[in-house]
């Protein structure tokens, strides 16, 4: 595949330089990793976002509410308009639920009309259902009868009447089911503390492209009015309810509640024009709920996981762009070693675009290496980052099972051609350089003359990037989203990178006098020599630089919000206890809710004061998710003064909420969202838009879309939602058993209790592990870098090769020599953290100030974090010197004569 | 075939502008060896620069079998270079990671001739100058001598019209530079190929059928050698 001219000449010399050939090969492995690292974990975040905002999701359209549901009733009115293109109307219905008898797995419980559709071949969710043979199919005759006859209600009444709810599950339930517990006794899941008994009558195994793939094995599938009754219970909850008794309570129910599902599914006609359809389909619904495209339905989740996403890139792009100018520097070093090489090559007849190929054939050969090696260091730093954080996204996401290691062809190719890109970019200038050289200078060894023009190519490179950067920036509002804030800050620090010879030259520059008057001669020569080649050392400092700057900037953002934030969790979590049904992780969702009982449970007891529930909420405002806080407003006002006397001066506004449709939103929702007090704001409900009036502004940290809180009960009878979340639980002072009783009682009902201290504790340490992703990855661009050192001062010591001889010869020791490369490295490191900590200052300023003020409306004094940056500046000086020791070693061992010949 | 007309070159060092040739014309034919002396710095060897191809004159012509080099794009004056005008060095300018016969092999190799035929090739060159035992030998593993074989070898291998020869003796003792002498003595033929070597070394200046001598830049004489 390569020619043999480039395989003699190229890769021979690449394996004969193997030192140099590897650290390209690192840098360039470590960039992949990082970029395949952050694909995945955008895959995965994107795949669980959208499976969690549309599971199953294979219609063409969809009736909506977001989480407020809709009303079951929906589904005949729109059946019964035959709206023109609509081939099916389909109710669907899910949630998470557990189950106790499998170690409290957790499973998504899907809830479908039974139709022939589902159940043949051809059906839409692309699955194949194996039905049992231990199905007690007696039971299921008056069933099958009604859907062969066609007549669903029918069906849905014979379903009602079976003992137990008939369910499909994933082969990995059933198998687990049937040796844990055994097809004699019933399946039993679990939601809002309720046990339901089901009878499993089929597995059911997806096709790879199957809507309900990415739930692997964790499916439950179920006819869609009984999940709606276990997702939607109908009170009392506790009960293990079933049959004709079940039947009686739900119709009593459904008459004040009327039933509610996720969303509709409408299936279209082929060749139907989906916007007329979408347009008719309104038209029969009204306000009472939204028809959504897919792409419509995805977008509010795809603009809270593209910041996620953005976040993940701009790192991984940073890694590449560090490792590109580092692969550069050392080609660099390598074209100007290979100059007398060149000189022959020319001579012979070398053509300049075959000198160009010889030199990007091996820098490609080595991208493509690098890129094989980064590709599985890549998943196995997604594979870290997210078990670092498996619980969080487990809450966040309806399907419980995030699949880390899902490698896809397109990202290993892509990955592989970023790999082979960078590489081959980088060589592409001294590649093209030393093509430019006249053949006579090159056999004469002499230079060129040339030189000016890439000086001042590269300077106008620099001021453009950095001009278009500060030119998206200022022009961000009317770019799209991120791309001027983010993109143009990337594009600034691609060109101060970039110009980081320049900014050293002016360093050196401005430092020589002192350098002169006050250092011994070996820092002088050091010194002397960082200056002589800025080009060299310049790009390996910026590198360094770049690396500091994002720590420092990061380290400075953490510090900013720190206290505040700190602050504000010490005056909300006040509480002795906290009740709630999953686990830390998800108590602060809707993901695992409890019946409201618990709470009157709880107040029951004599050792509890008060207990303030809360139910959360995600509904979609103004194109994205924020967060709806529905708590015991009276409860929380009063009990959090009475622990907080002098804290949260706004805490009595929430006295204003019971029996009005009046809320708070928190200051990041009113800035984000441009919403002052008085105006009216409307959130998804279950029969349409919701109104309601902001009446105040509140501190609140819990979510960067903005949070509103309204009063439980008044939330109950808006959404028709009992269910609660998480009880904050004030225990008595003076008694006796105090938080035991609470314990006992949650240990009863198979909940969870912590208290105070390791509440705070774990949102500490949830807020460090999030800087702490953020520090792996830049610790990635720092060894980056520090392999640069290693090749600069490899390279400092082979273009010093006859100084150093030199001064072996005239009685120079080698501690000296050893000494000389070693202040080198440091004078680098030092460069590297003033110019790192000169840059991530503003960074930082332009990170709080411009964009989280932009992306979440939150707020922050800028804090300099002088603690984070001594470490940050003792690791890099240490780093670079570190780096500096091979080198020196190199240095020592030189061969005097050799040396003294050397061009 | 190879001509000068009137070639001036000019290039600056560091920040000093070197006048290395001044209006020099020459020409050059086939069946003749031509050794160009003259003191360092002279100018001898932008000399042989401009009429080997490898640098283009500041000023008047280059001349290649009535073509003017230049006029003739970069490109072009590699391919000249490579297919039509060989070179050796003082310096043997092997490359150090490649065998004898794989640097011999060089100039088919550039020009996308296949391996082992090239090989094939280099092999048969080799022979030409007694080096085809030492094929397969790197050149840290060859003497001065040998290393300078090899290097006539690369520049034979495309059946070149001019061999240019930039002082191929300097690095080389006595005994061996006559055996390199003799060889490149054998090599011009009327209508086939010419020879022309940069020297200081009056000597070797002796193997020459002409010597042009230059000071300054420029021709102080150019007169035929007559060999005893």
Request: one cysteine or more; charged letters at 20%; proline letters at 5%.
């Amino acid at each position: 595949m390569i020619p043999a001219v480039y395989r003699l000449l190229g890769l021979r010399y690449v394996l004969q330089r193997w030192d140099r050939a590897a650290l390209i090969i690192a840098s360039i492995s470590l960039g992949v990793a990082t970029l395949v690292s952050a694909r995945i974990l955008n895959q995965c975040v994107e795949v669980a976002a959208q499976d969690t905002t549309t599971p199953a999701g294979s219609a063409d359209l969809y009736v909506t509410n977001g989480e407020a549901g809709v009303y079951r009733s929906l589904t005949e009115e729109m059946r019964a308009a035959n709206i023109p293109g609509v081939r099916a109307v389909q109710p669907v219905v899910y949630d998470r639920v557990s189950l106790p008898q499998l170690d409290q797995r957790v499973a998504v419980l899907l809830g479908a009309e039974v139709s022939g559709q589902i159940l043949s071949r051809d059906n839409p969710l692309k699955m194949k259902v194996e039905l049992l043979r231990e199905a007690p199919l007696f039971q299921l005759a008056p069933l099958i009868g009604a859907i062969s006859e066609g007549d669903f209600s029918k069906a849905s009444e014979a379903w009602d009447r079976i003992p137990g709810r008939l369910v499909l599950v994933t082969r990995p339930i059933y198998d687990d089911w049937k040796a844990r517990v055994g097809p004699g006794k019933p399946l039993v899941l679990q939601y809002a503390g309720r046990a339901v008994d089901c009878l499993p009558i089929g597995v059911v195994q997806f096709d790879a492209d199957s809507p309900l793939a990415p739930l692997g094995g964790n499916f439950i599938g179920m006819e869609v009015n009984q999940a709606s009754r276990i997702l939607r219970p109908i009170p009392p909850f506790g009960a293990v309810l079933g049959g004709p008794a079940e039947v009686t309570a739900a119709a009593a129910w459904d008459r004040t509640h009327p039933m509610k599902v996720n969303r509709l599914d409408l299936f279209l006609e082929p060749g139907t024009d989906k916007e007329v359809a979408r347009q008719a389909a309104a038209a029969v619904i009204g306000f009472r709920a939204e028809i959504r495209t897919p792409e419509a339905q995805r977008r509010s989740t795809q603009e809270i996981v593209s910041g996620l996403q953005i976040g993940f890139l701009v790192c991984s792009a940073g890694a590449m762009i560090v490792g590109l100018f580092l692969v550069y520097n050392a080609l660099a070093v390598t074209v100007a070693e290979r100059r007398p090489d060149i000189g022959i090559l020319r001579s012979l007849g070398a053509t300049r675009f075959q000198i160009v190929a010889l030199f990007a054939t091996a820098a490609g050969v080595l991208g493509l290496v690098g890129a094989a090696l980064g590709v599985p260091l890549g998943v196995m730093l997604a594979e870290v980052t997210l078990g670092q954080f498996e619980d969080e996204l487990k809450s966040m996401f309806l399907n419980p099972a995030v699949n880390p290691t899902r490698l896809t062809w397109t990202n290993a190719l892509l990955a592989m051609a970023a790999g082979l890109f960078t590489a081959v970019f980088a060589a592409l200038v001294p590649a093209t350089q030393a093509a430019m050289d006249d053949p006579a200078h090159v056999v004469r060894r002499t230079t060129a003359g040339s030189k000016g023009l890439w000086k001042l190519a590269h300077q106008i490179t620099c001021v453009a990037l950095i001009g278009m950067g500060i030119g998206m920036i200022l022009l961000r509002h009317a770019l799209p989203p991120r791309l001027g804030s983010i993109g143009g800050m990337m594009l600034v620090l691609v060109g101060l990178l970039l110009a980081a010879p320049l900014l050293v030259g002016m360093l050196v520059g401005l430092f020589r006098p002192l350098v002169r008057a006050f250092c011994g001669l070996t820092i002088r020569m050091a010194f002397d020599n960082l200056s002589r080649t800025p080009g060299r050392t310049g790009v390996v400092i910026g590198a360094l630089g770049a690396g500091v700057a994002m720590m420092f900037q990061t380290a400075g953002v953490g510090r900013s919000n720190e206290e505040p934030v700190v602050d504000w969790i010490s005056q909300v979590v006040v509480a002795d206890q906290f009740v709630f049904a999953g686990n830390m992780t998800s108590a602060n969702s809707s993901n695992s809710p409890m019946s409201d009982s618990v709470a009157k449970d709880l107040r029951a007891l004599p050792a509890v004061e008060r207990v303030m529930t809360i139910r959360y909420s995600r509904p979609e405002f103004n194109g994205t998710v924020v967060y709806l806080i529905a708590l015991d407003a009276t409860e929380y006002a009063r009990a959090t003064r009475s622990r907080v006397p002098d804290g949260l001066p706004d805490v009595e506004k929430f006295l204003d909420l019971p029996g009005t449709d009046d809320v708070l939103v928190s200051e990041n929702f009113a800035r984000r969202h441009n919403v002052n007090i008085g105006d009216t704001i409307q959130l998804p409900g279950p029969n349409g838009p919701v109104s309601l009036r902001v009446i105040g502004t509140i501190v609140d940290y819990s979510w960067s879309r903005g949070s509103v809180f309204m009063d439980r009960k008044r939330y109950a009878e808006l959404f028709g939602d009992n269910l609660i979340d998480m009880c904050h639980v004030f225990v008595k002072s003076n008694h006796p058993t105090g938080a035991k009783d609470v314990e006992h009682y949650a240990s009863e009902k198979g909940l969870f209790v912590t208290d105070r201290d390791a509440l705070r504790r774990f949102l500490s340490e949830l807020i460090s592990r999030i800087y702490l992703l953020a520090y792996l990855q830049q610790i990635v661009i720092g060894v980056v870098a520090a392999l640069g050192v290693v090749t600069a001062l490899l390279i400092s010591v082979l273009q010093r090769k006859r100084e150093l001889g030199l001064l072996l010869a005239v009685g120079a020791t080698p501690g000296q020599v050893l000494r000389s490369v070693l202040a080198e490295a440091v004078l680098m490191g030092l460069f590297g953290t003033a110019l790192g900590i000169l840059i991530g200052l503003p960074m930082e300023w332009y990170v709080l100030k411009v964009v989280l003020v932009e992306e979440s409306g939150f707020v922050f004094d800028v804090v300099i974090p002088w603690k984070q940056a001594l470490g940050i500046a003792t690791a890099s000086i240490g780093t670079a010197t570190l780096a500096g020791l091979l080198p020196a070693i190199n240095a020592v061992r030189t061969r005097i004569p050799e040396a003294i010949q050397w061009e | 075939m190879i001509e000068l007309i009137d070639a001036v070159k000019s290039y600056t060092q560091g920040r000093r502008v070197v006048n290395a040739v001044r209006g020099v014309t020459l020409r050059v034919n086939t069946g003749e060896f031509v050794s160009i002396m003259g003191p360092s710095g002279s100018g001898k060897s932008t000399l042989m620069h401009l009429m080997g191809a490898l640098d283009t004159p500041s000023g008047g012509r280059a001349v290649f079998h009535g073509q003017d080099m230049q006029m003739m794009t970069d490109r072009q004056r590699s391919l000249l270079r490579r297919e039509r005008i060989g070179f050796v060095f003082q310096a043997f300018n092997l490359l150090p990671n490649l065998t004898a016969a794989e640097n011999v092999a060089l100039p088919l190799l550039l020009g996308g001739q296949p391996r082992r035929g090239s090989l094939h090739r280099a092999t048969e060159s080799l022979e030409r100058v007694n080096m085809a035992h030492r094929a397969d030998h790197f050149p840290d593993e060859m003497s001065g001598g040998e290393m300078q074989r090899v290097a006539v070898a690369r520049a034979l291998i495309a059946e070149p019209e001019a061999v240019l020869c930039d002082e191929p003796t300097g690095n080389l003792d006595t005994a061996t530079s006559r055996e390199i002498l003799t060889l490149l003595a054998a090599l011009p033929e009327v209508g086939k190929r010419a020879v022309i070597m940069v020297t200081h070394d009056p000597t070797a200046a002796s193997y020459g059928t002409r010597l042009v001598k230059i000071r300054d830049g420029t021709v102080e004489a150019d007169e035929p050698v007559y060999r005893n």
